[in-house]
Structures are given as structure tokens and as C-alpha cells.
């Protein structure tokens, strides 16, 4: 299995962005792909999750109405959009993955120490 994050970069205050996560290597459909983040001298946090199959989020309330998760499941690419974009969401974003027969939306979903496979993440400064 292989993760592949772009879409990062420079963007200013109120700018927005679309980080975007391809997946090749899964056996079937029945994942889930977690978007987290990690900012200079913070752990790791998740952002929102969506499951391959049926498409249903989460999304952590910290994000909640600014970012946006999607996928497209013939390019097997899951979407991050991201919205008004803050300096405090300058961050190294990660995508990762891991196997789940849930269809359901909720924070099980954000808990990184489940996920088998990550990205090698991109990089999003929010900046004047």
C-alpha cells in the first residue's frame, strides 16, 4: 500500500487549499483514510477521516465548517479542502489508511496508532 500527500504550500491568511492523498496497493474497498496534522513542536492530531466505500466523514471540532474531506473513488484519491485558512493550521499534513469494514461516521477513526500505512506528508504554511 502506498499513500502519496500533495497540494501543500504557501498560502496566506483567509487563503484556501486542496491537499490530496492517492492510494494504490489496497486489496479491496473497505478502508478508511485519516487526515492529520502536525505542527512545529505539537504531536500529531487528527483532522477528519472518511471511509472509501460509502464516503462518510468526521471531522474533529477544531475544523468543523472549514475543512472538507472528499474522495474520488475512481482516481483513489482522497481530497482535503481546506478552507480560511489560520497561521495555526500551519502544519505538516498527513494522510494514512488503514482496512475497516465501518461505515460509520465517528472518532474511532482518529485515532493514529490504528492506522497500518501513512504518507510521507506535505507541507501548508499559512503566512503573510
Known amino acids: 500500500v502506498q499513500l502519496v500527500e500533495s497540494g501543500g504550500g504557501l498560502v496566506q491568511p483567509g487563503g484556501s487549499l486542496r491537499l490530496s492523498c492517492a492510494a494504490s496497493?489496497?486489496?479491496?474497498?473497505?478502508?478508511?483514510v485519516g487526515w492529520f496534522r502536525q505542527a512545529p513542536g505539537k504531536e500529531r492530531e487528527a483532522v477528519s477521516c472518511?471511509?472509501?466505500?460509502?464516503?462518510?466523514?468526521y471531522y474533529v471540532d477544531s475544523v468543523k465548517g472549514r475543512f472538507t474531506t472528499s474522495r474520488d473513488n475512481a482516481k483513489n484519491t482522497v481530497y482535503l479542502q481546506i478552507n480560511s485558512l489560520k497561521a495555526e493550521d500551519t502544519a505538516v499534513y498527513y494522510c494514512?489508511?488503514?482496512?475497516?469494514?465501518?461505515?460509520?461516521?465517528?472518532?474511532?477513526?482518529?485515532?493514529?496508532?490504528?492506522?497500518?500505512?501513512w504518507g510521507q506528508g506535505t507541507q501548508v504554511t499559512v503566512s503573510s
Open positions: 494514512a489508511a488503514r482496512y475497516s469494514f465501518r461505515s460509520d461516521g465517528g472518532s474511532w477513526c482518529t485515532r493514529a496508532g490504528d492506522y497500518d500505512y
Open positions: 472518511i471511509t472509501r466505500s460509502d464516503g462518510v466523514t
Open positions: 496497493g489496497f486489496q479491496d474497498s473497505y478502508y478508511v
